[in-house]
Every structure is written in C-alpha cells, then in structure tokens.
C-alpha cells in the first residue's frame, strides 16, 4: 500500500464541498459576510407590559421599564387594560362614557396621566403633589415625559378592546399614538411566542 | 490623553434614572455608525447602567470617567 505524497488540504467536508461547488478554495466571502451578519441580527427578547393599575406608583414604574427597555433596543409592547386604560384618555377629557355609571366611574377616577392618584397615601391629592415636588427636585421624569420618550422610542401600545367597551371610551377619548385595540388572545399569543411578562 | 472626535454630547446632569438612558438612546439614533457619543450625568447608578446599555445594544463604551460629581462617558455608536 502506498501512501499518496499530495499532502491533504483540508479536512472539512462542508468546505470541501462549497469549494467544488463554487470551484475557489475555502468559504465565499459573500457566505462568510452573510454568516457574521446572521450574528448580529439576533433580536433581543420581546416585552409585553400589563398595564392593569391606574395607580400613579405603578404608571410610572412601568413608564420607566417601557422607555428603557425601548432605549435598550428591546421591543416593547404595553397592552393597557382596566385602570390602566383610563390612564391613556386625554388629559383634557373630563367625563368619559356614555351610560351614567360609567360617567361616574370617571368623575370618581379622573382620566388622563396628569391626574393619576397614589395607592396609598393620597390625601386629596397632597400624596401626588409631593411625589411631583420631590421628583422635579430630584430631576426624575414624570409618566407623561416618559410617555413621550416611550412613544418617540416605538413602544406600542394596545389598548384593550373589552375595557373601552365596558368604560365606554371612544378613540376621539384616547391620547394620540395608540394602536388598534385588542384582546387577551393577542397578548397571550406574544407571551406564548416568548416575550417577558410584566403584569403592573 | 488622545482628543476624541466627539460627534455629540449628552447632557443628562441633574437627570435619574431612566432619563440619561433615554436621552442617549435618542441621540445614538441619530448618529452614524462609528460616531462617538458623548454623556455628561451625575447619577450615581448610571456607571453601571451604561455598561449594561452597551452590553445589550452592542454599542462599544470607548471611555469612562469621573470628575468630582460628573460622570463622562464615551459611547462609539454601532
């Protein structure tokens, strides 16, 4: 038995068979291009946050997630339902609804991300009016600032179908900006595609 | 200490949290790719905040530093 002198070029039989097939040794450039571009087109994991609570606290916690997670590069999602919903009526809108329960439900809870109140110690609006004095001292962005840099960010928001029905919200109620207005399934479907789960 | 070709700068001094976060995330959208960012903050949790935001937005931070109560940060856009 004789041993061929041709020393082996390579050992890699994809190689091998890429350079058969464009007639070039080693991998294409384009194919090397395209494989290290592939790397980086790797998207960051959805956010989804439920935005269930009307509650100043809780708005402006999840304000603060959505506009850094959009600043992150993660897309993010806000699916606005019960008091959540009220917190996206237009600042301006006094009573929402058009049956009086629903009326009064407004004028009890004011609309609108101005007029959102503590869950605890409100005190007739004394809990918030400090929360304000304290954040402007301490430089920190209010919701409706860090709405408009979640909104120049592209977070979406979907706006729950069953609560403007049940509140008797009207698009003409609502801030500018949001999507069209959805349901649970569309929400479950994201969360059972993957996205992370926040429920505030 | 070599000048860097500073494209913009951030001001986000007297700003918390998310705030300088968001503001640079803005202003990188509007800068070519390789152009370098400039950030002005004086909040204390910013200097792990920015390490963070680059690791998860593939921006490379060129430069960190402290001067008395301002942190700098130098940011080369993806």
Known sequence: ?200 | MAVLDIATTVDARGLSCPMPIVKTAQAAKTLPSGALLEVLATDPGSTKDFVAWCRQTGNELVEQSVDGAVYRFVIRRK
């Not at chain 1, 890429?18 to 090397?32: L, M, N, Q, R, S």
């Open chain 1, 1 to 200: 038995m004789t041993l061929t002198a041709e020393p082996v070029k390579t050992l890699d039989p994809i190689a091998e068979a890429i350079a058969d097939a464009e007639g070039i040794d080693g991998v294409p450039e384009t194919f090397a291009k395209a494989l290290a571009e592939g790397r980086d087109e790797v998207k960051p994991r959805e956010l989804v946050i439920i935005c269930y609570s009307g509650d100043l606290e809780k708005t402006w916690a999840s304000l603060i997630l959505a506009s850094t997670a959009a600043a992150s590069g993660v897309p993010t999602k806000m699916f606005l339902t019960f008091w959540g919903l009220q917190t996206f009526v237009k600042d301006e809108v006094r009573v929402t609804g058009k049956n009086w329960m629903q009326k009064m439900l407004s004028v009890m809870q004011r609309p609108g991300i101005s007029h959102r109140k503590l869950s605890k110690m409100n005190f007739l609006g004394m809990g918030p009016w400090m929360m304000g004095t304290l954040a402007k001292q301490y430089g920190v962005a209010k919701p409706k600032e860090l709405l408009e840099a979640a909104q120049a960010l592209g977070v979406e928001f979907m706006p729950c179908q069953m609560t403007m029905d049940m509140f008797g919200l009207k698009r003409d109620d609502m801030i500018d900006g949001l999507g069209e207005p959805v349901g649970a399934a569309t929400v479950i479907e994201l969360l059972s595609n993957g996205a992370a789960p926040l429920f505030i």
